[in-house]
């Protein structure tokens, strides 16, 4: 197929890689024996597509196709459509961090949930659009958390005790601890906590509970698995709206992050930076639940 079609990719030279839980058990594209993980790509362009706006030497980054292998390689390819230029103030370690992640969250939020990017449109009579994200330290979550807080939304955030400063730091304005926050109680000691718009990334009972906090014909949109799967028989407001979707790669949409990312306005969030030799310890780090950002495998210098 790559031979038939090589002309309209790009050839890039892998510099760095992120990876997502879980990834080593998706159904693997074109039936290789060994998974090759790491769909999040920054590096260079080797050889540009035919009548590629990219060119030989630009720095990029990308989520590129699952339904190709992943960018653990020292080459991968990439379609025009899924690349930007590397936001120069990054390393490679920190782009690598971005795309999947940032684009996730935007989708989720923007597309899927129907928050403005505008902060004038979240407001009414007074009062912000009010919106929660579940594991906001994780990969998706501190991008949603500033996203969204700069968006001009009242943002509710949820993480462990290490990380509350953290998470305030990129704009939450409350942060709960999930270790001794139940989210439903929390929000029947007080109606008016109820949320517009929830972003759950972390599935299982944190979404049952995240069911219960929407606002009637709010949004809920999990990340970590359909919500659909984890409703709760009662509790539930009237209304509530859900999609599951699975992130589109969008070279456009990641313009506009690294815009936001080059102006100042969001960061990347590298929790750790390791060999591709010790890809096992790297997702044993991601597997525990308590990475900081994005956990990054270096390909080359």
């Not at 090589?6 to 998706?26: C, D, H, K, M, P």
């Not at 699952?66 to 990054?90: C, H, M, T, V, W």
Request: proline residues 4%; contains cysteine.
């Amino acid at each position: 197929m790559f031979e038939q079609s090589r002309s309209q990719y790009n050839l890039i030279s892998v510099r760095a890689t992120s990876l997502t839980s879980g990834e080593l058990f998706w159904p693997e594209p074109n039936s290789l024996e060994f998974p090759i993980p790491g769909f999040d790509m920054a590096g260079v362009v080797i050889s540009p597509a035919s009548r590629s706006e990219f060119k030989t030497g630009d720095e990029v980054y990308a989520l590129t196709s699952f339904s190709r292998a992943g960018a653990a390689r020292e080459q991968q390819i990439a379609l025009d459509a899924e690349l930007a230029l590397k936001p120069k103030s990054l390393s490679w370690e920190e782009a690598a961090t971005v795309p999947l992640s940032a684009l996730t969250a935007s989708q989720a939020l923007f597309v899927y949930a129907g928050l403005s990017a505008l902060p004038q449109d979240n407001e009414k009579d007074g009062e912000k659009k009010r919106v929660l994200v579940t594991a906001a330290s994780g990969g998706v979550g501190v991008w949603a958390v500033q996203f969204a807080s700069r968006a001009g939304a009242f943002v509710v955030a949820t993480c462990g005790p290490s990380n509350i400063d953290f998470v305030k730091e990129l704009g939450a304005h409350e942060v709960l601890d999930y270790t001794n926050t139940n989210l439903s109680q929390w929000v029947q000691e007080d109606d008016s906590r109820r949320f517009d718009i929830v972003i759950d990334c972390k599935g299982g009972d944190t979404l049952a509970e995240a069911w219960t906090v929407v606002k009637p014909s709010g949004f809920l949109n999990s990340v970590a698995q359909p919500a659909e799967t984890k409703k709760p028989a009662t509790g539930v407001a009237e209304g509530v709206r859900t999609h599951w979707f699975i992130v589109d790669p969008d070279g456009g949409q990641l313009e506009l992050v690294s815009n936001l990312i080059e102006s100042g306005k969001c960061k990347a969030i590298v929790d750790s930076i390791w060999s591709l030799d010790d890809w096992r310890e790297a997702f044993q780090r991601l597997d525990s639940g308590h990475a900081r950002g994005k956990v990054v495998l270096k390909v080359s210098d």
